[in-house]
C-alpha cells in the first residue's frame, strides 16, 4: 500500500491512550480517533447539534 495525502492530523493528545482529530482533504470532514492499548475506534466528530464538523477545503492548521 502507498502512502495517501487525502487525511491531515490536526491535532494529537497522548502517548499510551492517544485521541486525534484527522481531517480528510477532499470533503473537510472531521474525525475522531482515540486508542488505548490495542483497541481503537474512529467516528466522524460532531458539534453540539449533533452536526459533522467540516473545515473549509483547502484548510491547514
Not at 14 to 30: P, Q, R, S, Y
Request: no cysteine; charged share 20%.
Amino acid at each position: 500500500m502507498g502512502t495517501s495525502d487525502r487525511f491531515q492530523r490536526v491535532y494529537k493528545q497522548g502517548i499510551a491512550t492517544v485521541t486525534e482529530i484527522w481531517v480528510d482533504k477532499k470533503t473537510g470532514v472531521n474525525y475522531l480517533y482515540h486508542s488505548e492499548g490495542h483497541s481503537g475506534g474512529l467516528t466522524p466528530l460532531l458539534d453540539k447539534e449533533g452536526k459533522t464538523v467540516i473545515s473549509p477545503l483547502g484548510y491547514n492548521q
